[in-house]
C-alpha cells in the first residue's frame, strides 16, 4: 500500500509514466484468476457492483427475468432491478440455496437468467441447475460473493457458471474494505465488463483521452488502494480457510451431540469455506427459544437468526413487495414485483424459521470454540426442556 501512496497514483488506469509500474488492480485481477483456476477477473467497487456489471456484460436487461433465492442479500435483487430485469424469487431448501424443483416452476419464456447464491460461504446444487440452465438454454451467473475460496467438486465457486461475482468488503474472508469481482473464462463477457466498469473505455492504448467508447457504461472502478488491500488478504487465503475449516469442525462436534439439532446441507461438504455453521432445530418455537435465550444473556452476536433479518430474507423485504424505489421501474418490473405476497414461500419459511447460522471466527483458540458451542447445547437443552413441560 506504501508503494500507491508513493507514486500517488490511486486510479487503476492510465498515469502509465508517474505510477512507477505499479498496477495494484492488475496484479490482484491476476493473483485471483490464477488461485481460481479462471481465465479472466475484473475488479470493480463492491459486489453490489460486480452483479450489475457481470448482468450488464451477460446483455440481461429490460423485461428479461433472473431467478435467485429467496434467502441471499438484497444486492441480488437491486442489481437485477438497476439492469431494468425482473428478480423471480424461487424456495430456497436445506441447502440454503436455490431448489432445483422451485426454480423449474419459476421459468417463463422471458426467463434469462438463473442466479444461485452460494450463501454463508458454501454452494448451491449446482450440477442439477446447470442441467436445468443447459435444458433451457440459459445464463448461469454465481453470486459467490459470500463465498470466495469455497468449491465445488473440485471448481472454485464463481468459475462453473458463465460468470461469477465475489464481494471483499468488510466482512468477507478476502476484504479490500470494499470492493467485488467478476471471473469468466469467456473472453467477450470479461471484455465487457472491463469496459462497462469505466465508462465504456476500450483500454486499448495508454491515452484515456483518446480512447473509443463502443458502448455506455458507468464508474464502478476500485481503486488501487483498495487493491492493494486485497492483495495482502489473497496471499493469506487458504491460512484463512484452514483456520475456518478447523473452527468450524470443533463447533459442529459439539453441536453434534444433541440430536435435535440437524446442519445444513452441503452439496460438497470439502468445498465447504467454513465461515459458517448453519444448524436447525426441529420447530420454529425452540429455534426463537434458543435465539431469545442467548440474546437475553447477552451472547447472540455471531449466531444469525436469517428469518427475522431485513437484509437477507424475503419475508422482510416490504420495500421490495411495494415497489419503493425513488425512481420509475418499467412496466414490467412493477408487474413482477405485485405477484410477490408475504407468503409465496412456504418451503423456505419452514426452513428458515428453524435455522440458525453461526458465524466461525477466525481468531477462536480451541477452548473458545468450545465454550461457544457448550453455550448454544446449553441453551438447546433448556429449551428443550420447556418444550417437554409445556406439550
Ligand atoms: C450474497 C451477496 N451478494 C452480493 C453482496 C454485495 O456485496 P457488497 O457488500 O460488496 O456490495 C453481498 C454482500 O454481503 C452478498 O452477501
Not at 46 to 74: K, N, Q, R, W, Y
Not at 113 to 118: A, D, F, T, W
Not at 146 to 164: E, N, P, R, V
Not at 320 to 337: D, F, S, V, W
Request: contains cysteine; proline residues 3%; negative net charge.
Amino acid at each position: 500500500m506504501n508503494d500507491v501512496l508513493e507514486t500517488g497514483i490511486l486510479m487503476r488506469y492510465g498515469f502509465d509514466g508517474p505510477r512507477k509500474g505499479i498496477w495494484k488492480s492488475k496484479e490482484l485481477e491476476e493473483a485471483i484468476s490464477r488461485k481460481l483456476g479462471c481465465q479472466y477477473t475484473q475488479l470493480v467497487s463492491s459486489g453490489t457492483s460486480a452483479l450489475t456489471t457481470a448482468l450488464t456484460a451477460l446483455g440481461i436487461g429490460a423485461g428479461d427475468e433472473v431467478i435467485m433465492p429467496c434467502f441471499t442479500f438484497v444486492a441480488s435483487f437491486e442489481s437485477v432491478l438497476s439492469v431494468g430485469a425482473i428478480p423471480v424469487l424461487a424456495e430456497v431448501d436445506e441447502t440454503l440455496t436455490l431448489q432445483p424443483e422451485s426454480v423449474r416452476q419459476a421459468i417463463t419464456p422471458r426467463t434469462k437468467c438463473i442466479m444461485p447464491v452460494h450463501m454463508c460461504g458454501a454452494m448451491a446444487d449446482l450440477d442439477a441447475l446447470m442441467d436445468i440452465a443447459r435444458e433451457h438454454d440459459l445464463i448461469l451467473l454465481e453470486d459467490a460473493c459470500q463465498s470466495f475460496g469455497a468449491k465445488y467438486k473440485g471448481k472454485f465457486l464463481g468459475t462453473i457458471g458463465h460468470a461469477g461475482t465475489f464481494s471483499f468488503d468488510f466482512v468477507k474472508t478476502v476484504t479490500c474494505a470494499e470492493g467485488g469481482g467478476i471471473v469468466t473464462n469467456n473472453e467477450d463477457i470479461y471484455q465487457k465488463c472491463d469496459g462497462f466498469s469505466d465508462h465504456g473505455h476500450d483500454h486499448k492504448g495508454v491515452d484515456r483521452g483518446a480512447d473509443l467508447h463502443p458502448f455506455i457504461g458507468y464508474n464502478y472502478r476500485i481503486s488501487e488502494l483498495h487493491a492493494a488491500i486485497g492483495l495482502a488478504q489473497v496471499r493469506k487465503l487458504d491460512q484463512f480457510l484452514a483456520i475456518q475449516q478447523k473452527n468450524h469442525g470443533q463447533l459442529k462436534a459439539v453441536l453434534s451431540k444433541i440430536p435435535e439439532i440437524s446442519f445444513r446441507k452441503i452439496p460438497d461438504p470439502s468445498g465447504d469455506s467454513c465461515t459458517f455453521l448453519s444448524w436447525f432445530l426441529p420447530t420454529e418455537e425452540l429455534t426463537r427459544a434458543v435465539i431469545a435465550d442467548l440474546k437475553q444473556q447477552g451472547i447472540l452476536a455471531g449466531n444469525f437468526y436469517w428469518f427475522d433479518n431485513n437484509w437477507h430474507y424475503f419475508r422482510k423485504w416490504d420495500h421490495l413487495r411495494q415497489a419503493a424505489t425513488l425512481n420509475n421501474l418499467n412496466e414490467l418490473q412493477r408487474q413482477g414485483l405485485q405477484n410477490l405476497s408475504p407468503d409465496s414461500f412456504p418451503v423456505s419459511d419452514a426452513i428458515m424459521s428453524r435455522c440458525v447460522s453461526t458465524a466461525i471466527g477466525l481468531l477462536w483458540t480451541e477452548e473458545q470454540t468450545q465454550e461457544k458451542g457448550s453455550t448454544i447445547v446449553a441453551a438447546v437443552k433448556k429449551a428443550l426442556a420447556g418444550s417437554r413441560v409445556t406439550s
